[in-house]
């Protein structure tokens, strides 16, 4: 009998071309790439200067997200681009693709979106695959039982030429998540309890498998929720095993198996689980009982805890300089800190479920005065699908802004920024100091927590916004 | 890539841990479509004052931090994005090799790709270098070793491919091109069985 493996195993071996010795890593083979403007320009350029094409175009998939504007175009189809190099890097991309052949998800696609979400979206993303792009986050894809990382742009070369990459095994990590999450409390709760009790760099060199009665109970979005956060405690990967959830979410999707194909592919899913008495190079076990709603008061999201928690004394400078930067108070809760602006979007947070928990707290209610509230939506999809349910006027008539697709003030490249000094409440991944806007305060948070926060212009436990409105009522 | 042997510079040190790639590169400077020009963008949020002057309280503005080919950073380090633009950024600034006690896998990765020689080295030695800012240090690749300049020596380990890359200067596109068969055989395999 062969030895017990885990899903990781199983991924890994499956895609060896020429499996690592002590003198060279393995040849991995990738199924998917995924392409966006930021980070391939200089890879097509290499391709270019060697005189190479790219090898298999049907592997690639290509969309405008980062530096895109999110307001529409005007009358005369200019966009509203913040610099005239974002524009250059966008008619790059296009150009690029036109010339190597790869389907790009341009303006006028009614898929376009984050690479991250438009990928499950189209049915591209599948259990079993290796999936790479140019950014940290493709750990999002994981959440269907995908080998997904990121990779810079001199390997997003490698794999636009061979379809490879040069990579050591990482060791693997279970992340064991026991019992109910409390009502109210979601997935991004939850991995930053985690991100917090593992620290920001507890995942790296390994791929963490999320496992257990909680992330089985979790939905698509909410798993994606959590794999896309793996990257924030340096992990290389998020994974999850497949299972009726992942099949059904995926089933009828473009790039989907069809027919007989599916049957086939859902027999081979099923078998990507980790087998029992597998060994794990590091455990650890995650009570959900004890999760609450959860926030970040510092600069990187391992300093994270549960937001009426007092916040915890620094215990090193690197500390002490984020609390400052934060001008938040050891010892005490940061709730009721008085918030300037509430992001609700980014790869994280900006699918459907995430839109309709906001919307529900927003119904009825108004952004509180003096709040600015951006909402976008993660893909062209998600728009289309919350318009037809209206939630974008839940949103405008609350007082918040209603956008189009792309990364925002989740990395804060488009002009979509914070000003200095200012708070910002963002369903998004990063807190470090400046990434949305030099000398913007991030606070992220649940989709729940940042509507409720817009309400009450404070940071603020979207189950206590909910009772008192229950109580005025 | 060029080959890269061995390094001898004085340090600079910036102590802060979890220094992440946003610091090193904002995020607004990755419009560009070129490798090289991000020196000048280098910790710009850390590095320059509102009104464009040098912050005199970032370590690497300090007079004896100009010039220091070799960068003691805290632990963790390059955590964040895939940004490849922080190494460029770093390399075009004038860093050859950074050191610490941690450093994030796809700033390492990137790293080395680039030729910026990234090390990580135990705690003790870390806390030794990080105590002793200006220090010139020789950092041999071949020996994976760095000499003090009291004769002192630390070992560092390295991933014998990525020392054989930095040694020869191995063109990685060239080195995986070269598997084609293998590349091809695998795809038939997947085929087949699909
Ligand atoms: S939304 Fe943010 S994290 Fe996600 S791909 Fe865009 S910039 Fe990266």
């Not at chain 1, 681009?81 to 341009?106: I, M």
């Not at chain 1, 010892?331 to 906001?358: E, H, Q, W, Y």
């Not at chain 2, 910036?14 to 070129?34: G, M, Q, S, V, Y």
């Amino acid at each position: 009998m062969n030895a017990p493996r885990t899903l990781f195993d199983k991924l890994w071996d499956a895609h060896q071309v020429v499996p690592e010795s002590d003198t060279a890593p393995a040849v991995l083979y990738i199924d998917l790439h995924l392409v966006h403007e930021v980070t391939s320009p200089q890879a097509f350029s290499e391709l270019r200067a060697r005189g190479l094409k790219l090898r298999r175009p049907d592997r690639t998939l290509a969309t405008l997200d980062h530096s895109t504007p999110t307001l529409p175009a005007d009358a005369d189809g200019h966009r509203p681009y913040t610099t005239p190099e974002a524009e250059a890097q966008v008619e790059k991309l296009q150009a690029n693709c036109r010339e190597f052949g790869v389907k790009l998800h341009d303006w006028d696609s009614d898929a376009r979106g984050i690479v991250h979400v438009i990928g499950p979206e189209l049915g591209a993303t599948q259990p079993g695959m290796t999936i790479v792009c140019g950014d940290s986050h493709t750990s999002t894809h994981g959440a269907f039982g995908a080998l997904a990382f990121g990779i810079g742009t001199t390997e997003v070369g490698h794999v636009m030429a061979t379809q490879c990459l040069l990579q050591r095994k990482p060791k693997s990590f279970a992340i064991h998540v026991d019992g109910e999450l409390p009502k109210g409390v979601g997935a991004k709760d939850l991995v930053l309890h985690i991100i917090a009790t593992i620290g920001v760099g507890g995942g790296t060199g390994h791929v963490l498998e999320f496992r257990g009665p909680a992330i089985e109970a979790l939905s698509m979005e909410a798993r994606m929720t959590m794999c896309n956060m793996s990257i924030e405690a340096g992990a290389r990967a998020g994974l999850i095993a497949p299972d009726d959830t992942t099949f059904a979410w995926l089933e009828g999707r473009p790039s989907a198996p069809r027919g007989p194909d599916w049957d086939r592919a859902v027999a081979h899913w099923t078998t990507l689980r980790s087998d029992a008495g597998a060994h794990y190079d590091r455990e650890v076990r995650i009570d959900a009982t004890l999760v609450r709603p959860t926030v970040t008061y510092g600069t990187h999201p391992g300093m994270a805890g549960a937001l009426d928690a007092p916040v915890p004394e620094a215990t090193n400078d690197q500390e002490h300089r984020a609390l400052e930067y934060m001008r938040v108070t050891a010892g005490k809760s940061i709730a009721g800190m008085p918030v300037d602006v509430v992001f609700i979007g980014s790869c994280t947070n900006s699918r459907l479920p995430d839109l309709r928990a906001a919307a529900e707290i927003l119904r009825g209610r108004q952004v509180a005065e003096g709040v600015r509230m951006l909402v976008v939506p993660g893909s062209e999809a998600v728009r289309r699908e919350a318009e037809a349910e209206g939630l974008h006027e839940v949103f405008t008539a609350a007082g918040a802004e209603w956008r189009v697709p792309g990364c925002s003030m989740c990395i804060a490249m488009n002009g979509d920024l914070a000003q200095p000094g200012q708070l910002v409440v963002s369903t998004s991944n990063r807190n470090f100091e400046g990434r949305q806007g030099k000398g913007a305060r991030t606070v992220l948070a649940s989709p729940e927590t940042a509507a409720a926060s817009a309400v009450a212009g404070r940071l603020s436990d979207a189950r206590s916004v909910l009772k008192t409105s229950e109580a005025a009522a | 890539m060029k080959p890269l042997k061995r390094i001898r510079s004085r340090t600079a040190v910036l102590p802060h841990a979890n220094i992440d790639t946003d610091r090193i590169i904002p995020a607004r400077f990755l419009t560009t479509t070129e490798r090289v020009g991000l020196g000048r963008h280098a910790f710009e949020d850390w590095r320059y004052l509102a009104d464009g002057s040098d912050n005199p309280a970032f370590e690497l503005n300090r007079p004896e931090a100009r010039g220091c080919g070799i960068l003691v950073a805290g632990h963790n380090f390059g955590c964040g994005s895939s940004r490849e633009h922080a190494p460029w950024a770093l390399l075009d600034y004038g860093i050859q090799a950074v050191l610490s006690s941690e450093i994030a896998d796809i700033f390492r990765s990137n790293a080395l790709k680039n030729g910026l020689l990234a090390v990580v080295v135990s705690e003790s030695e870390h806390r030794y270098l990080l105590d002793h800012p200006g220090i010139e240090l020789c950092i041999d690749v071949s020996t994976g070793c760095i000499e003090l300049p009291d004769g002192g020596r630390f070992g560092f380990e390295m991933d014998a491919f990525a020392r054989h890359c930095l040694l020869e200067g191995v063109d990685q596109m060239g080195y995986l091109l070269q598997h084609d068969d293998a590349i091809q055989r695998h795809e038939q395999r997947v085929e087949r069985a699909a």
